[in-house]
């Protein structure tokens, strides 16, 4: 049975580096083949709606799983691409329905990670917590359903 991640374990990776990403992707690696290190780093990047406020890391995280599993890999592969295009759908919708958007600013209240002011509101407030931690777990059980 795959292993579970609870919003404080999420909250507390943040301090340690281990961005929305990574733990997404990370979360789900070994169910793919991967080890859980290879998905940390390849979802390195993205944290942060990729450093700039955009599409929240989690989103990105669940889309490269989806991708890794459900992806085609050669031109002429519609079926497939339409299968992945199923499942990228299937998680955005219920992601959107549960957060109200898949950018960073959308889920914090209109505060944007990447603007320094913002992100101090952000941690005062404890949406690191109360927000991305819970969204890093709602989106591997979504993602899990998927997969």
């Known amino acids: 049975m795959p292993r ?12 340690k580096g281990i ?11 070994e169910e793919l083949d991967l ?8 979802g390195a990047g993205f944290g942060g709606g990729m ?8 989103v990105t995280g669940a889309l490269m799983a989806l ?12 079926g497939q691409a339409d299968l992945f295009n199923e499942k990228k759908s299937a998680f ?4 959107t329905g549960k957060y109200g958007g898949t950018r960073c ?10 603007v320094p002011e913002d992100r101090e509101q952000i941690v005062e407030k404890g ?14 059980e979504i993602l899990r359903e998927l997969l």
């Open 4 to 15: 579970q991640i609870f919003a404080d374990e999420a909250f507390q990776n943040f301090g």
């Open 19 to 29: 961005n929305c990403c990574m733990q997404v992707f990370g979360a789900v690696a």
């Open 35 to 42: 080890s859980v290190e290879e998905a940390r780093r390849l």
């Open 51 to 58: 450093g700039l406020g955009s599409t929240c890391g989690c």
């Open 67 to 78: 991708g890794y599993k459900y992806g085609n890999e050669e031109p002429d592969q519609s």
């Open 92 to 95: 955005l919708t219920a992601f």
């Open 105 to 114: 600013p959308e889920l914090l209240g209109g505060l944007n990670p990447a």
């Open 127 to 140: 949406l690191m917590k109360s927000v991305c931690a819970n969204a890093v777990c709602a989106a591997v």
